[in-house]
């Protein structure tokens, strides 16, 4: 195998596709498009990604007990978490059905009148169904209130039956209130070495670790997930010209020339390799400059490429080993290119996923390249993941090797066909 002629060919492919890069620099500009999009939804950080939740409440008892509780809702961090909004029972339920909420809490009739005879009551929530998370954050919440108001009812049972005289009589002297005050007083005596301070207190301890926390923008992440997927595609417009020429008889031509059919095959591989490093870089470039992403030390990065696309180009030439037409090779690793995105990280974490399914996301080459490229952003040098950068390029040599001698066995046999 001539060097030379490998060299020509690549030489001859860069020049066509610089020619006529439309469908190149499209793919290579997704990523940018679709991290705006996220950004947009999402914001900056991540503290931005969690809104405040929206809470009708229906008090059909209208009491100061169910004033009360319905003020605890909505006091210190929890007036932070939830939006809470008071509104008549027949409007609350009309929006819930139009899902302008995340839950309407029901207070039902004569709820103080029970709480004063110490009788069970029950709070009716009704949850959104479109939504998962939030209503379940509603319920957690609404239950710890109903808990804490209850055992304060339990506790000062006594005072409570007291206070209820008092405003049924709605007539009391200062003796009435200065006898309230002292058994008050006498109930907090009595419960203050369990409450101030507290039988059991939380300590809280954040693990000291070497390495900085790493706090991630949308931007961050979005754009080396998307990066990944779309470089699939970029490595893809190259290897297709492999079958179409076969297709159009050019391969035929080339067969009863000098040129041999190895040098074909790898000259695709590697102008594949040097056009994916090439809209890389380019849009890392842009990443920094749009979304002011820091992408870690230059080394780092450039190493983090060229093994990301060794990697890229070793696998698609392998699956182009099994492929015999360039229609079945576009509807084919579409395919596979979305599975593995939903997979490996491209389109939602990895971290969200079930134990399995992480398990899994291992087996793609975007999970390797997104964490890559987080490493990095996190500070870490190429020194400290070789292992990991290793590990893909020779994958991608591997995948290469392959691929290149299961493809020319196919492409021979089907020449002269």
């Known amino acids: 195998m001539s060097v030379k002629r490998v060299f020509l060919l690549i030489r001859k492919d860069f020049l066509r596709k610089w020619r006529n890069p439309v469908v190149i620099v499209g793919f290579m500009l997704m990523p940018l498009l679709f991290t705006f999009i996220f950004g947009l939804f999402f914001g900056k950080s991540e503290e931005n990604i969690l809104p405040r939740i929206s809470v009708l409440a229906a008090d059909n008892d209208k009491s100061l007990l169910s004033q009360l509780f319905l003020t605890s809702l909505s006091q210190g961090e929890l007036k932070k978490l939830i939006d809470l909004k008071v509104v008549e029972e027949t409007l609350g339920r009309k929006q819930m059905e139009k899902g302008k909420a995340s839950g309407l809490l029901i207070i039902p009739e004569k709820f103080g009148q029970n709480i004063w005879d110490g009788k069970a ?194 696998f698609i030439s392998f699956f182009y080993a099994f492929l015999k037409t360039e229609r079945q090779a576009g509807t084919v690793l579409s395919s596979v290119f979305i599975v593995m995105a939903l997979l490996g990280g491209s389109m939602i974490p990895v971290s969200n996923f079930p134990p399995v399914l992480q398990n899994f996301s291992r087996l793609t080459l975007n999970y390797w390249g997104i964490q890559a490229f987080l490493k990095s952003i996190g500070g870490t040098r190429f020194w400290e993941m070789g292992l990991h950068l290793g590990g893909m390029a020779a994958a991608g040599v591997v995948f290469s090797l392959i691929g290149s001698s299961f493809l020319k066995r196919n492409l021979q046999r089907g020449l002269y066909k």
């Open 121 to 314: 009551m029950e709070l009716l929530l009704l949850k959104n169904p479109a939504e998962q998370f939030l209503p379940q954050v509603v319920e957690e919440i609404t239950d710890t209130a109903a808990l804490l108001f209850s055992a304060l009812s339990s506790v000062f049972g006594e005072e409570v039956g007291l206070l209820r005289g008092y405003m049924e009589k709605k007539d009391f002297s200062d003796q009435d209130v200065a006898q309230f005050s002292v058994k008050v007083r006498n109930r907090m005596q009595s419960i203050s070495k369990y409450v101030f301070p507290p039988v059991i207190s939380l300590k809280q301890e954040t693990i000291k670790t070497e390495r900085k926390t790493l706090t991630l923008s949308v931007q961050d992440y979005m754009l080396p997930a998307m990066a990944v997927f779309f470089l699939l595609f970029v490595c893809n417009v190259v290897f297709e010209d492999v079958l179409r020429e076969k297709e159009a008889g050019t391969l035929l031509r080339l067969s009863i020339s000098p040129l041999e059919i190895a040098e074909f095959i790898w000259g695709k591989i590697l102008i594949s390799m040097a056009i994916g490093i090439l809209c890389t870089l380019i849009l890392i470039g842009l990443g920094w400059m749009i979304f002011r992403i820091a992408w870690g030390d230059f080394s780092t990065v450039l190493l983090i490429v060229v093994s990301l696309n060794i990697l890229c180009a070793g």
